[in-house]
């Protein structure tokens, strides 16, 4: 009989990223088909010892980013000042009631376990519309922003209630302030729908087993490899104990129907998934396939221009690009994917805030999120990647109707040029003719042109009479 380990070696390898030219080493000997029939006890014996060597090799590696193991924190978050959920929900809800007119919370989408997503949409209420000028009008910038998805990473969240803080606080400011004005743009400017909390079973979860490495939702799914684009790619896990778990089918969590229905209900101009974990914009794609055939979004230009801007809006700046060039790793099933390549969104992003990334001794929390202490500074710094976003998002938008009103109006006028032109031509006529005509029809007539010399011999001459 034949006996082939090279599967059960292939699973094994899947639950760890290898690296090591050892374990390169040891997978290409297990992966040799043997042949135990013939064999010697002897050489029986050291297959079967080179197995049991990478399988204790394998398993006592450090569970780094596929782990979801609790850790023994650097520190954890104090709740005086990170908002656990029912703060937020607290906080959320007073926000809303205090600006009826302009901030309405809806908490019909909720989780596995029946808790609120917290969907707050904010904007005047007047209508769609706004003006600006006497003749054309600009619809609202119909934006979507989501929260929360990796149950571990708090400092997003933070950084959207800094935002809104800013808002209300801005409805109260001096007229003419920049807290007025700011207020005023984003009011009258944009239909703006947060979903405040995508998984608040697993921050529930983080929050009541501490344990802070935790990333999917009640169920371990990461909601971030649950949307219908390229699903069940290798970018992703189908080990419901992998961090990557990506469910048992598309769409399988009740976390992820509310961007489905809501992006199937409204036609929005943008769409952002915010994470932590490292300063990086990505634009899609991220998944597998498109890393293969190399394929781009429709508004790749426009995406790549507004991620300029922001990699360079705070004083931390950000890398950017295609995800899957920006990263050593694919993602399938992302969300930001499935908005641009599903609901052809024009601007859709993934945007980690804080972080430098993975390294040596860290461990969950200090991760994706600052020290308590330091969190105010961190969301103030972050703060005006907001404003960038939406005073582009707002100037794309008056440009779209322009050009959509008249074409032309994109381009520069052909009439206008054709009028230059002529202009040059018949001054370049006009002066070339201009000596040929006679002295009594010129425009500038010839003028005598007395030197100096000549000027000074005439003094002379009439001292000398």
């Not at 954890?76 to 929900?89: A, F, G, K, R």
């Not at 498109?290 to 950000?318: E, F």
Request: positive net charge; charged residues 25%.
């Amino acid at each position: 009989m034949q006996f082939y380990h090279g599967d059960m070696c292939m699973q094994m390898c899947a639950v760890r990223n290898l690296g090591s030219k050892i374990f390169r080493n040891l997978l290409q000997i297990c992966l040799f088909p043997v042949r135990l029939k013939g064999r010697s006890v002897c050489e029986r014996k050291l297959q079967m010892n080179l197995l049991i060597t990478l399988i204790v090799v394998l398993n006592s590696q450090p569970a780094d980013a596929r782990d979801v193991k609790p850790k023994e924190e650097t520190y954890v978050p104090d709740y005086t000042i990170y908002h656990n959920v029912s703060q937020l929900q607290k906080d959320l809800a007073d926000i809303a009631q205090r600006n009826p007119n302009y901030f309405k919370l809806d908490h019909t989408y909720r989780s596995r376990l029946d808790q609120s997503q917290l969907l707050l949409r904010i904007t005047n209420f007047t209508g769609s519309r706004v003006s600006h000028n006497l003749h054309v009008h600009i619809p609202k910038v119909k934006v979507l922003l989501s929260y929360a998805e990796h149950a571990r990473e708090f400092l997003p969240v933070e950084s959207m209630l800094y935002f809104l803080h800013n808002i209300t606080g801005g409805l109260v400011a001096p007229t003419g302030s920049y807290s007025d004005l700011f207020s005023r743009f984003i009011l009258s400017n944009f239909d703006l729908f947060i979903v405040a909390m995508m998984n608040p079973d697993g921050r529930h979860q983080v929050e009541t087993t501490k344990n802070y490495c935790w990333r999917g939702t009640s169920e371990g799914v990461d909601l971030n490899r649950n949307f219908d684009w390229n699903f069940g790619g290798p970018g992703s896990s189908g080990d419901v104990n992998d961090e990557e778990y990506r469910g048992k089918k598309v769409f399988s969590e009740p976390e992820s129907h509310i961007l489905r229905e809501l992006t199937s209900k409204y036609k929005f101009d943008a769409f952002v998934s915010f994470h932590a974990g490292i300063r990086q914009i990505y634009v899609p794609f991220a998944d597998s396939k498109s890393k293969k055939i190399k394929r781009k979004p429709h508004n790749l230009d426009g995406m790549l221009d507004l991620a300029t801007i922001l990699s360079t809006a705070t004083v931390n700046h950000y890398r950017y690009g295609l995800a899957y060039n920006l990263n050593d790793y694919t993602a399938d099933g992302t969300v930001f994917d499935y908005m641009a390549g599903k609901r052809r969104i024009p601007f859709s992003f993934a945007i980690e805030l804080w972080g430098i990334g993975d390294y040596k001794g860290a461990k969950c929390f200090d991760l994706f999120n600052p020290r308590s202490k330091n969190l105010q500074v961190a969301v103030e710094e972050i703060h005006p990647l907001y404003e960038s976003l939406f005073r582009y998002l707002r100037k794309w938008k008056e440009r779209q109707v322009i050009k959509a009103l008249d074409p032309e109006l994109d381009a520069p006028s052909l009439t206008l040029g054709f009028i230059l032109l002529a202009t040059v031509i018949i001054i370049t006529i006009f002066v070339a003719i201009q000596n040929k005509l006679p002295q009594c029809l010129r425009v500038f007539p010839r003028r005598r042109v007395i030197s100096l010399k000549s000027l000074s011999s005439t003094f002379s001459m009439v001292q000398l009479r």
